[in-house]
């Protein structure tokens, strides 16, 4: 058979019919006989084993017997009439029980005719007994096309109530195997298959839903696996690739004066060789001729401003402006006076943007950015204003990618003839596994070498018993001249009861830390924005050793002084939460600590998050045990990439088969743009027939 016939309507397979077919359509999502054959079991049941029944025992999973059916009786109950049948093998006698379909049932059964029953045991007053079980004859048993790990395929109630039970799919699973006599189009080329040891597509699919042996389903299970990894990584590289030739860009030929200066009198450090080779990689970029579109993912205090304005100075040095954009008017203004300070002595004009600047600036930097006379605006979400026209901007940075959305992003490229160069900077750490498959058509830039010098965060895990000791510490380092903060959850801002805790905390810290030798700020999302600025800047000038806040000093607060990070019921946040509030503390000269506080009761999940906080400050290895905790559907940007609707494949399990599908797509691409080689036909109708369903595309940058 073609494959045309495999794009047949499945109410066209044999035993299916049109309202079956409705069904298969609504729940399942299959319409043809493609979508059936590609519709995998999620478990196997070990069906090598038979069980006597003077061997069962209470609380057995799914077992199955040989056995014949002796006697059957019907059974009046409240609603209509159970049927009760006794079943025997050579060492005792059970009940199977039906409490629907009675009347139907009675008639299809055998008496004295061996059976093979399978399914769940109950057991009732000394007598085992097996509620609808699975039955058939044990001459059909041995002459199905079958083995011994039986195929349990996803479901759903509605299935099963409609009777599409699990051996009615496996059944129509292999009548379409008999109609097609096995035979399916290959969609990998001879040379994959060899070079990676895989099954043939033939087999694979066979073997997946027809296990032949242990040995034959873990491949088959692999080369599904690598075929739908790979093809997604076909799709990813093949975009990235149009984008690359498609999207011009303006090239920044020469690293020029602005550059060189600052290079060799400005810069206050060596870089990281982790900085040089990410500068490398983006100066690679922008001379190329097609546009920039990097993502640097860099752990807080990684240095990633240094490598943002580095790349600023190139553009300059070319003729064009740049902009550098912050999420919140804090960071926005801490930009803005850190390069104005690494700048010095330079002959540059550097202005803020932001939403509190005055008419009489702004209107100052619109026209001196339209003249060509303002370098650098660096800003907040005022620099996309539609009033802002730059003369010409050749390079957009972006601070904090995830608060900013795809089409503030693009916004930015329609204010010229052709796109500035983006660079967007991320200090949430999107894991390796996820980022190739996620944003596998982006560029992707890592710092993961922190400058040197830095003291590790001491990171402790403390219960509440040991709360006096706790206070003790904290004694101690005030004593020393250090600042503390104590942060509780408050995962819900209209949750009564973390405000209550927080409360609550406020006032035993007050007792145990009395005035007047002890100053408390405290600081919650309830309070007024001016209030908690009050607050605030007491902390910032030393004024109060203490600051008490919720969550809402997790972004952007920059106290060196500040080296000790209490949090309070560590257990409720998050992996990157806590990792994201230590980054609070470690900003000084001073050896810093992270206490994380928690009780008693903690759940498994909760015992991984706290060692794994104890145990490592690396935020790419945190996001990975984040990752694997919660699964990449509650990480950020992934809920639309595609990567979820995987049908096989795990990106995390399977991150090996991830990793060669890829370094194999870029291969093939690389020799193959168009897939036109004779060699590589399978793929390319595969890949055709894929990018005409896949919605993979729609919602990726
Ligand atoms: P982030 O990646 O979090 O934005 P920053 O760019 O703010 O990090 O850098 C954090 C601190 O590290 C800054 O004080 C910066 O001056 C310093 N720094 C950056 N790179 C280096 C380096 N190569 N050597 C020493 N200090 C550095
Ligand atoms: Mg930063």
Sequence with gaps: MSVATLNT??????????????????????????D???FFPNRYIDRTQFFKINQLQQNTAEIQIIGKITHIKTVAQKKGS???????DETGSMELIWFRGAKWIKDTLKVNTPYVIFGKLTYFNGLFSMPHPEMELLVDYKKNLRTAMQPVYPSTEKLTNKGITNRVVSKMIQTLFEEVEGRFTETLSDEIIQKFHLLSKSEALLNIHFPQSHDLLTKAHNRLKFEELFFIQLQLIRKKLIRKSKIKGYNFEKVGAYFNYFYKNNLPFDLTNAQKRVLKEIRKDIGSNAQMNRLLQGDVGSGKTIVALLTILIALDNGFQASLMAPTEILATQHFNAIKELLVGMDLNVKLLTGSVKTKERKLIHQQL???????LI?????????????????????EQHRFGVEQRSKMWHKNDLPPHILVMTATPIPRT????????????????LPPGRKEIATAHRYDSNRLSVFKFLKDEIAKGRQVYIVYPLINESEAMDYKDLMDGYESISREFPVPKYQISIVHGKMKAEDKEYEMQRFIKNETQIMVATTVIEVGVNIPNASVMVIESAERFGLSQLHQLRGRVGRGAEQSYCIL????????DAKIRLETMVKSSDGFYIAEVDLKLRGPGNLMGTQQSGVLNLKIADI?????????????AIELLTKDPSLSLPENRYIKTAYLEISKKSTIWQNIS
């Design 379 to 399: 800003g907040t979400h005022a620099l996309i204003e539609d009033k802002v026209q730059f003369k010409n901007l050749g390079i957009a940075i972006i601070d």
């Design 434 to 449: 996820l980022a190739m498959s996620a944003y596998g058509d982006l560029d992707i830039s890592v710092i993961d070498e």
């Design 597 to 604: 506080m928690t009780s008693f009761k903690l759940s498994a």
């Design 36 to 38: 059936l054959l590609h």
């Design 82 to 88: 159970r049927l009760v049948a006794t079943f025997i």
């Design 9 to 34: 309507s499945i109410s066209y397979l044999k035993g299916v019919g049109p309202s079956r077919a409705d069904l298969l359509k609504s729940e399942l999502g299959i319409f043809t006989f493609n």
């Design 370 to 376: 339209e003249s060509g006379e303002l370098h650098i």
């Design 652 to 664: 995390i399990k399977d991150n090996v088969i991830l990793k060669t599908a890829r370094i194999l």
